[in-house]
């Protein structure tokens, strides 16, 4: 009887530590006014979104945490909308107080947003939204191939940072661990059947 209590408790202990594994979707958003040109059409101080999407799990650390972002979408209002097809990362700058978008091939940035909350921001977590009133892009947004044509951004004005928390989604690992602590379960309970006969 006792064998049969050691192998319930471990069961239960190894599908109650594996509940807390999980990694959660992030969008970082950068919104404002913007003047430049998309596959040719000229845009003056148009509202727009930049919608970049990491996983949490892939947020690096140190004085400069990165994330890659598997999808940037945009929207021009008046003008248009689609996705980034170069790779990106967000970024913050901690010793700065900065935070941004760069090209994930050779790290030159897109976007620069300065703010003494950055200082802090690891891109794990929500933060924002947080305006700035500067200037924030710094003449490197030339050209970048979108599914609507090149985007070239040659000003930007009123911008919104804000990280937003998607529901936390468990690893399959996670899924597996419980599983398995089910099916330990289920033979305890089993074998305690018969231990008691």
């Known amino acids: 009887m006792r064998n049969c209590s050691v192998v319930f408790k471990i069961c239960l202990s190894v ?3 594996t509940s807390g594994a999980s990694a ?3 969008t ?6 913007a003047s430049g040109n998309l596959n040719g059409v000229d845009f003056q101080d ?5 919608d970049l999407t990491g996983d949490t799990s892939a947020a690096t650390g140190g004085a400069t945490s990165t994330n890659a972002a598997s999808s940037v979408t945009f929207t021009i209002a008046g003008v248009g909308s689609g996705s980034f097809l170069d790779l990106y990362q967000v970024f913050v700058n901690k010793a700065v107080g900065a935070v941004g978008f760069s090209l994930a091939s050779d790290g030159q940035d897109r976007v620069d947003v300065f703010d003494p909350a950055f200082n802090l921001y690891d891109l794990t977590t929500a933060i924002g939204p947080i305006s700035t009133s500067t200037d924030f892009f710094i003449g490197q947004f ?3 191939p979108t599914t609507a044509g090149p985007i070239n951004l040659d000003s930007g004005t009123q911008v919104t940072f804000q990280a937003i928390l998607a529901a936390t989604v468990p690893e399959p690992s996670t899924f597996a661990l419980a599983g398995l602590g089910m099916v330990g379960a289920l033979v305890t309970a089993a074998r305690r059947r018969i231990c008691a006969a």
Request: hydrophobic letters at 60%; zero cysteines; charged letters at 10%.
């Open 15 to 17: 599908a109650l530590m």
């Open 24 to 26: 959660a979707n992030i």
């Open 28 to 33: 970082y958003e950068f919104s404002g006014v």
């Open 46 to 50: 148009a509202a727009f979104v930049i």
């Open 142 to 144: 030339s050209g970048d």
